[in-house]
């Protein structure tokens, strides 16, 4: 079965950077990307970003544009996300989503498998 | 980057319809997702591509489109219904393909 696992909650301080990944299984992993999302106390969903598995292409929201940066492991089926420069709105937990798609129905993917999610706490 | 507004709260009653709306410039012409979230867990999908069903989402689950609207119907509302619903989008030819609407509350009354 489909699964994605992400490491442990980090603490950082401002202006610390934190880096957390997202390990596949349970399907080929270069056949689907992945995408970041994050949701912060009582927010709504973000969208962060994605990274393809397949040839580690990225787009990334452009609000983040410069803090982050996605990156794909395939011996360990593992995909990446570090944010650097860390402030107190980043505090949220961060969830990894496998971006589905058909190839019949192009430019619609979905995410339609998701990590537990990570809290990430910035604070001084 | 496009935006998809959903109104901040639905409540029904035990049995009845609820009806979430998704709108939004491009909604019509592309296609759209739909996720459940209950606290402390992460999203769940439970229509995507405007109308169709993953696996194990029961058939109270619909999704339909009319023009710049989606809307994610769930019949004969149960207490387990209760829970936040996100739609999103998806555009490649975009500098932020990755859209989620912002959201809703599901009350059972």
């Known amino acids: 079965q489909v699964q994605l696992v992400q490491s442990g909650a980090e603490v950082k301080k401002p202006g610390a950077s934190v880096k957390v990944s997202c390990k596949a299984s349970?399907?080929?992993?270069?056949?689907?990307?992945i995408s970041w999302v994050r949701q912060a106390p009582g927010q709504g969903l973000e969208w962060m970003g994605w990274?393809?598995?397949?040839?580690?292409?990225?787009n990334y929201a452009q609000k983040l544009q410069g803090r982050v940066t996605m990156t794909t492991d395939t011996s360990t089926s593992t995909v990446y996300m570090e944010l650097r420069s860390l402030r107190s709105d980043d505090t949220a937990v961060y969830y990894c989503?496998?971006?589905?798609?058909?190839?019949?129905?192009?430019?619609?993917?979905?995410?339609?498998?998701w990590g537990q999610g990570t809290l990430v706490t910035v604070s001084s | 980057s496009y935006v998809l507004t959903q109104p901040p709260s639905v409540s029904v009653a035990p049995g009845k319809t609820a009806r979430i709306t998704c709108g939004g410039d491009n909604v019509g012409s592309k296609y759209v997702h739909w996720y459940q979230q209950k606290p402390g867990q992460a999203p769940v999908l439970v229509i995507y591509y405007d109308s169709d069903r993953p696996s194990g989402i029961p058939e109270r689950f619909s999704g339909s489109k009319s023009g710049n609207t989606a809307t994610l119907t769930i019949s004969r509302v149960e207490a387990g219904d209760e829970a936040d619903y996100y739609c999103q989008m998806w555009d490649s030819s975009s500098d932020h393909p990755g859209v989620l609407g912002t959201g809703t509350r599901v009350t059972v009354l």
């Open positions: 989503a496998r971006n589905y798609f058909e190839i019949r129905r192009p430019s619609g993917d979905a995410f339609d498998y």
């Open positions: 349970g399907y080929t992993f270069t056949n689907y990307g």
């Open positions: 990274i393809s598995a397949y040839n580690g292409n990225t």
